[in-house]
């Protein structure tokens, strides 16, 4: 008899139990539906590709490609872009690349790896071209489209920007000492 006495209080004391607990949520602000589990959740991906070809000569340029991460936090990344003028990579350096025709492919390596949401890597290579050099079209991080076209940063003019004048600080309250006592 005594078992059923206790088996039969069980559902009580769980519903009590319930009770409680979803009164101290509704008191705290807290739902229901913010403590319910959901289903895997894809991380969030975004990136923004600055490709800047800093020196070029007849037969072969220099690019650095700047990969800021709009995202999620990254372990790892790989770049993809394509080339559409016969441009083939002979030296790099910040990524591991391979290509295949006009198809690019860099990856990081150990000491860059890790893009933080905001953070940026730098990367580079120096190219042969036959011809003509447009830029990539667009960049993928990840397999995921970085959105919008890649942004192109200019190359340096040699015209110096000036620099932007700093304000001076202004000395609060009266920049004169007080004349000392009895002197005055």
Do not use: H
Request: aromatic share 6%.
């Amino acid at each position: 008899m005594q078992a059923e006495t206790q088996a039969g209080s069980l559902p009580t004391r769980r519903r009590r139990r319930e009770v409680l607990l979803a009164l101290a949520l509704a008191a705290s602000g807290v739902t229901a539906t913010t403590l319910t589990a959901t289903g895997p959740a894809s991380a969030a991906a975004g990136c923004r590709v600055s490709y800047t070809v800093a020196n070029s000569w007849r037969g072969g340029f220099t690019a650095n490609v700047s990969i800021t991460n709009l995202g999620d936090a990254l372990t790892s990344w790989r770049l993809t872009w394509s080339f559409t003028a016969g441009q083939t990579i002979l030296y790099k350096w910040n990524a591991v690349y391979t290509q295949t025709g006009g198809d690019v492919t860099a990856s990081n390596v150990s000491y860059n790896g890790s893009l933080a949401t905001g953070a940026s890597t730098l990367i580079g290579f120096i190219a042969d071209q036959p011809g003509a050099n447009p830029a990539p079209s667009s960049f993928a991080l990840n397999g995921v489209v970085c959105a919008g076209p890649p942004v192109p940063t200019p190359s340096p003019t040699g015209d110096p920007v000036p620099p932007v004048p700093t304000p001076s600080r202004t000395p609060i309250g009266d920049p004169v000492p007080p004349t000392p006592r009895g002197l005055a």
